[in-house]
């Protein structure tokens, strides 16, 4: 059994209230691919570019990071 790593960023965006186009330009990535990270629509993200949205977005890693377990829906967490 094992789980996977999900993405948050649309979360974190949404708390910081930064948009796609903003955020994308400040990384260095085109929408689209970045719109792909968001929607979780991705297998794999460099570091160099979870440490430029980090530092965009004034946030951890851990911030927009979530390990489900399989069968696990919702947020990932613990507390709901």
Known sequence: ???RIVLRLDRMM???GRSLNWLADRVGI???NLSKIKNNRV???RFSTLAAICEALDCQPGDIL???AD????DGREDG
Do not use: K, Q, W
Request: aromatic share 6%.
């Open 71 to 74: 069968g696990e829906e919702g």
């Open 30 to 32: 085109t929408n689209v």
């Open 43 to 45: 297998s794999a993200i």
């Open 1 to 3: 059994m094992s789980g």
């Open 66 to 68: 979530a390990y489900e």
């Open 14 to 16: 949404v708390e910081r």
